[in-house]
C-alpha cells in the first residue's frame, strides 16, 4: 500500500501536536510537584550543554523542562529540538506579519518572502526530525538518527540562508533588526540541537 506525502505529512503534524501537548503538560506538573532529583537532572543538562557552541542559551532554554528530560540524552535532544520548533513557529508567524507592512522597500519584502519560505522548510525538517525520534527503536536507529541528523543540518542551512538576506546597509530599520534577532536565536537554538542529536547519535 502507497502512503501519500500529504497522509505521511499529516501523521507527522498530529504527533507533533501531541508531543508539544505530552511537553507543556509535564512542564506545567514539574512546578507544582517538583522532584526530589531536580538537581541531578538539571546538572546533566548543563554538563551535556558544555558540547554546543552556544552553552549558555542551551542551560537556559532546557533546564526549565529537567524534569521531562531527567538524566536521557534522547529526551535532552528531543526536548532541544522541541523548543526550536516552537521558537521556529513563532517566528515565522512574527514574520508574515511584518511582510504585510506597508511601506517595506522592494529589497526588504523581497528578502522577507524569500525567508518565510525558508524558515516554512526549516519547521518542516524539525517537525519531521521530533517524529522520527518518536519511532525511534534499537532496530532502526542507525537510520533513523541519520535522518534527523540531517533535517536538522538542513534546517539549520536555511535558517543561515534566511540571515544572509538580511545582511547589508540597505537593510538598516527596525525590519531587519526585530527579525535578524529572532533569526539568529533560532539559529543558535538549532545548532545546539544538532550538536545534542550528533551527541545522542554518536556518544563519546
Not at 537532572?41 to 557552541?53: D, L, M, V
Not at 521556529?88 to 506597508?102: F, I, V
Not at 524558515?119 to 517524529?131: F, M, N, P, T, V
Not at 535578524?180 to 550528533?198: C, D, F, Q
Request: hydrophobic share 40%; aromatic share 8%.
Amino acid at each position: 500500500m502507497v502512503v501519500s506525502s500529504s497522509a505521511s505529512a499529516s501523521r507527522h503534524g498530529l504527533a507533533i501536536l501531541f508531543i508539544l501537548l505530552q511537553f507543556t503538560t509535564s512542564i506545567a506538573k514539574s512546578f507544582t510537584n517538583p522532584p526530589y532529583h531536580h538537581k541531578t537532572n538539571t546538572e546533566f543538562i548543563k554538563s551535556s550543554c558544555t558540547a554546543t557552541t552556544y552553552p549558555r542559551l542551551c542551560y537556559r532554554s532546557l533546564s526549565i523542562y529537567a524534569t521531562k528530560i531527567n538524566t536521557s540524552p534522547r529526551l535532552l535532544a528531543q526536548s532541544a529540538l522541541i523548543i526550536t520548533f516552537k521558537a521556529s513557529k513563532s517566528t515565522s508567524r512574527l514574520m508574515r506579519k511584518l511582510s504585510k507592512t506597508h511601506g517595506l522597500k522592494p529589497r526588504v519584502a523581497w528578502a522577507m518572502a524569500d525567508c518565510i519560505e525558508l524558515i516554512g522548510d526549516s519547521l518542516d525538517e524539525l517537525q519531521k526530525s521530533i517524529g522520527e525520534l518518536v519511532r525511534l527503536k534499537r532496530s532502526n536507529f542507525e537510520l533513523i538518527m541519520g535522518d534527523v541528523q540531517t533535517w536538522v543540518s538542513a534546517a539549520l542551512t536555511d535558517e543561515d540562508t534566511c540571515m544572509d538576506g538580511f545582511a547589508g546597509k540597505a537593510m538598516n530599520g527596525y525590519v531587519k533588526t526585530m527579525v535578524r534577532k529572532r533569526i539568529v536565536k533560532i539559529a543558535h537554538l538549532t545548532s545546539n540541537a544538532l550538536a545534542l542529536v550528533n551527541n545522542y547519535s554518536s556518544p563519546s
